[in-house]
Every structure is written in C-alpha cells, then in structure tokens.
C-alpha cells in the first residue's frame, strides 16, 4: 500500500466516522447525511447541526436555489458556532460550497472536540466541584444546604430551556 492509498483510506475513515457522528446528532431532526462534502453544500445541514450543538436558532433559507444564498446559510452557520466560543481557523464559506474535503473534515473534526470532547470535560471538572462542594456541605450546618438545593433548579431550568429551543428547532 502506498502513501496515496494510505491517505485516501484515512479520509474515508474520517469521512464515515464524521457522517455517523452528524447523523447521531441530526437524528431528532429525522435528517439523515449520506456524504458530507456533498450534503453540506447547500448550508441547510450545517445551520440545523449548529442550530442543535449551540441551542440557538438562526434565520436560514431552507431551500436555497443560488449559489449567493447557499453562501449566506453556510456564513450563518458558521457565525453561529464560532459566537458558541469553538473556534473556527482557515475555513469559510466558499470552502465549503467548493467542496474542499480536508476543510470541512476540519471543521467537523473542531465541532466534535468542542461540543462533545471539550463540554465532557467541562462537565466532568463540574461534576467534581459539586461533589467537593457536597463533600463540605456534609460537615457545614443544615441551613447552609439551601445553596446546592438552589443550584439544582437552576440546572433544571436550564435543561428546561434547553428542552425547549430543541422544540422550537424540530418544530
């Protein structure tokens, strides 16, 4: 096997791994994503997997028919995850419409480490606070307990609203 063939293999790998992890996250959307490259083209797969990373909605033309529009979806989209705090280095919007692969590889590889790799991370290092702060509050006085309680609602709060813009998306 040589280098060329090497290289094509592991594109491909990447390629089927970043489909399975875009279908996984569309698949409340019912959207399913046969090849990347050529799916993201239009921008309306991208605005509806950011929309569903980042909990926000945007403003997108569902059924773009020139190429001025499918470059303004892809800016949207690409606007919105940036404004998430990933960032987004080397790639834009006629990137993606040329279909350069290694591009938009890239960027899909960023949207993994960021919304899945780094927030696990994020919500680990939470996780061992809260039980550090539990840890304390153990040994502190009952009325001291009313903080953790507090915290609690407001996590269910948010996954309340959370709940609520997916529906608003799906909708």
Not at 13 to 35: A, C, F, H, M
Not at 71 to 96: F, R, T, Y
Not at 111 to 130: A, D, G, P, T, Y
């Amino acid at each position: 096997m040589n280098a060329n063939e090497v290289k094509e293999k592991w594109l491909n790998i990447q390629k089927r791994s970043y489909t399975n992890w875009i279908n996984e996250v569309l698949r409340p959307t019912g959207v399913v994503v046969n090849d990347i490259v050529d799916d993201i083209g239009s921008g309306v797969l991208l605005c509806k997997l950011a929309m569903l990373l980042t909990m926000k909605k945007i403003k997108y033309q569902r059924n773009p028919k020139m190429v001025f529009q499918r470059q303004e979806n892809i800016q949207k989209a690409l606007i919105l995850i940036e404004q998430s705090g990933c960032k987004l280095i080397g790639i834009g919007a006629s990137d993606i419409l040329t279909k350069n692969e290694k591009l938009i590889l890239g960027l899909m590889w960023q949207l993994i480490q960021h919304f899945h790799v780094f927030q696990s991370i994020k919500n680990v290092e939470k996780m061992k606070q809260q039980l550090k702060s539990e840890q304390l509050m153990g040994n502190a006085r009952d009325g001291e307990t009313d903080e953790i309680y507090d915290n609690d609602l407001k996590s269910s709060d948010k996954q309340k609203k959370s709940s609520a813009i997916k529906r608003q998306i799906l909708g």
